[in-house]
């Protein structure tokens, strides 16, 4: 079975700092693609940051980067300087080529002011 | 706003009622998607379309739903003899039809069955 795991229920940051969100995906394709989507309370869901995995290197937007690791199947989004605003629910999720996207079950990120 | 629109956004209905819900996609969009998301849980795949072709429908899709996307435009979902059980946020998402594009996400319909 295809899936993605985020082991980190709920997470805290103070607001300025740095956290690192975790993700691990399972997949025997070649041909797939990785996102971090945001929700925010009562809010749509947004697209973060996306990943090709045939790119080695990592993708950045802004505050928040990936540390995409292909081999262990790991892919962890990092936002740095953290603001108010970043307090969301975060999915990390993956897309084997034109098909269907498939979310974790969400990390709970606060901002502490 | 990303350009999915659902309706409604509020459905409260008794349980053995049947309800719809409608999603229009971005218009330039040919997949869209809908998926099943119960509070502190991440979104759970329901079924999804190529224009009006239905590609692919989950498991977790029983026989009391039914999704249609008439003429590759606007979808509806329809839920027929509610059960509590079916008491969730219904999103809808829309994406291009190319290899690894991301989808955009409705803003939803939050279901109660009472």
């Known amino acids: 079975a295809q899936t993605v795991t985020q082991s980190q229920p709920e997470m805290s940051v103070q607001e300025a700092e740095t956290v690192t969100l975790s993700c691990t995906y399972d997949t025997s394709e070649s041909d797939y693609y990785l996102f971090w989507y945001k929700q925010p309370p009562s809010r749509q869901m947004i697209l973060v940051i996306r990943?090709?995995?045939?790119?080695?290197q990592n993708a950045t937007e802004n505050r928040f980067s990936v540390n995409f690791q292909k081999a262990a199947k790991s892919f962890s989004l990092k936002i740095s300087d953290s603001q108010l605003g970043d307090a969301a629910m975060y999915f990390c999720?993956?897309?084997?080529?034109?098909?269907?996207?498939?979310f974790g079950k969400g990390t709970r990120l606060h901002i502490l002011p | 706003d990303t350009g999915v629109s659902q309706d409604p956004r509020h459905k409260i209905t008794k349980r053995g009622q049947n309800v719809t819900f409608r999603c229009d996609p971005i218009?330039?969009?040919?997949?869209l998607y809908w998926y099943r998301q119960t509070l502190g849980q991440g979104p759970e795949f329901l079924t999804y379309?190529?224009?009006?072709?239905?590609?692919?429908k989950s498991r977790l899709l029983s026989d009391r739903f039914s999704a249609e996307r008439p003429k590759g435009s606007f979808s509806t979902l329809e839920i027929q003899r509610t059960e509590q059980g079916d008491s969730a946020m219904y999103l809808c998402?829309?994406?291009?039809?190319?290899?690894?594009?991301?989808?955009?996400f409705g803003q939803g319909t939050r279901l109660t069955v009472v």
């Open positions: 998402a829309s994406s291009r039809g190319r290899r690894g594009t991301e989808a955009f």
């Open positions: 999720a993956y897309r084997i080529g034109d098909d269907k996207i498939i």
């Open positions: 218009s330039e969009h040919n997949r």
């Open positions: 379309f190529q224009n009006e072709a239905q590609l692919e």
């Open positions: 990943q090709e995995a045939y790119k080695q």
